[in-house]
């Protein structure tokens, strides 16, 4: 062998060395560590139905809102179901959340409270239902909304817009612009109080 070719072989052979270990970095520095290791993707609940039972505190015959909208974001609007309430008076509210696309129905409100810390609603009483006030609360004594106190005030009408967010900030100042988060199911209730 003459040395030209010597050196030739020998800058061939560097030269693959070199883009070997060259294509070895580049592949080690952009692995992922966390492909081994991937985050959970948490499914976003398919909320068709909103149920909530007001009994009076007083005693007395429970009433039920309910929101059911079975399309999703389908054409059809919700079908929407209220009976009027009694003027000054204090209720205590339960939330029920299904998912009805499945069968049997989802119950959706055990994953709230399983996943308490993540989930807040948001009440906004207007006109004859002066006010609400949460009366649950997560691990860590922020409120959650599955149970809640709502009053009225003289007879005429008013609305309840009822709210859940997901991963909201807690605590936050009991609004929907302090809180943040992402909107899983929002409706305004119309009520006649008599």
């Known amino acids: 062998m003459n040395k030209i070719t010597f050196k030739k072989s020998l800058f061939s052979g560097i030269r693959q060395t070199a883009l070997l ?22 499914e976003e609940e398919t909320i068709t139905t909103m149920s909530i039972t007001l009994a009076p505190e007083g005693g007395g015959e429970a009433i039920t809102f309910q929101s059911r ?29 299904l998912n009805e ?33 949460y009366a649950d609360s997560d691990g860590n004594q ?20 009822v709210t859940l967010r997901h991963l909201p900030k807690k605590p936050n100042d009991g609004t929907l612009a302090d809180a943040g988060g992402e909107t899983d199911i929002a409706q305004t209730f119309t009520v006649i109080v008599e």
């Open 69 to 97: 909208d079975l399309d999703g974001d389908g054409p059809n609007a919700p079908e929407i179901t209220v009976s009027n309430l009694d003027a000054n008076t204090s209720y205590t509210g339960s939330i029920e959340l």
């Open 21 to 42: 270990t060259t294509t070895a970095l580049v592949l080690f520095a952009c692995s992922n560590d966390d492909d081994d290791n991937p985050m959970p993707v948490e």
């Open 101 to 133: 696309t499945e069968s049997p129905a989802e119950r959706i409100t055990p994953e709230i409270q399983e996943e308490d810390e993540d989930h807040q609603f948001f009440f906004a009483p207007t006109g004859s239902l002066t006010g609400s006030s």
């Open 142 to 161: 922020n409120p959650i909304g599955l149970i809640f106190k709502l009053n009225t005030g003289a007879a005429g009408d008013g609305s309840l817009t």
